[in-house]
Each structure stands twice: as C-alpha cells, then as structure tokens.
C-alpha cells in the first residue's frame, strides 16, 4: 500500500479537518459550543490536527501560499495544548465561524 504523505496528502487532511468544523459548527451559537462539552471538545481536537498538518505542508508550498496566517495556525495550537485553561472561547467561536470557512475555500481552491 503506497502511503506517500506530500503535500496533497496534508492538502487532503487538512480539507477533511476544515469540512468537518464547517459542518458541524455551521448553526451553533457561542452559548451552545460552550456548554456542549463534546462538541467543544472535538472542534479542539480538530484544530490541533489542522496545526499538525500544516505544519507537515512543505516550505516550497507555505511560501506560496504566504497569505495564509501559517503563523496563526500554530499558535492556536500552541494554545490549546498547552495553555488550555486560559484559552478564549469567544476567539475559538470566531475562529471556527469565521476563519476556518474561509481558510477551506482558500485551500480547497489552491489545490484544485
């Protein structure tokens, strides 16, 4: 079985990740990802993995796609892993509502 992991492997994570968040955050309020605890939880983890796969994306492929905030990216990550009692939960709303759509269409449209 070929498992080559390139940049289209982490391309393709990324996409499942950031289609996961869109989809199952698309008509919930900041009140309701707070006290859903597994909704929470998971959205989380899902912004962990779209760290750890761009992290896994190649220089050549960041470079050319400088517009994305790859700097930001890591930082939430860094965040929730590490600092996870002081994270912003209004930030992690915005960031789901707003940002990760917007991040999918700029991937999803990149990699076509």
Not at 25 to 53: H, V
Not at 54 to 64: E, N, R, T
Request: some cysteine; overall charge negative; proline content about 3%.
């Amino acid at each position: 079985m070929d498992n080559v992991k390139d940049d289209s492997y982490y391309i393709n994570k990324l996409c499942e990740n950031l289609s996961f968040i869109v989809k199952h955050t698309k008509d919930i309020t900041p009140g309701e990802l707070n006290t859903n605890e597994i909704l929470l939880d998971s959205m989380l983890f899902r912004l962990i993995q779209i760290s750890e796969n761009a992290k896994s994306l190649s220089d050549d492929y960041k470079s050319i796609h400088n517009s994305i905030p790859w700097t930001a990216i890591y930082g939430l990550r860094n965040k929730i892993v590490h600092d996870y009692g002081s994270v912003d939960f209004d930030i992690v709303y915005t960031t789901l509502k707003d940002d990760i759509p917007k991040l999918l269409q700029i991937i999803s449209t990149n990699s076509k």
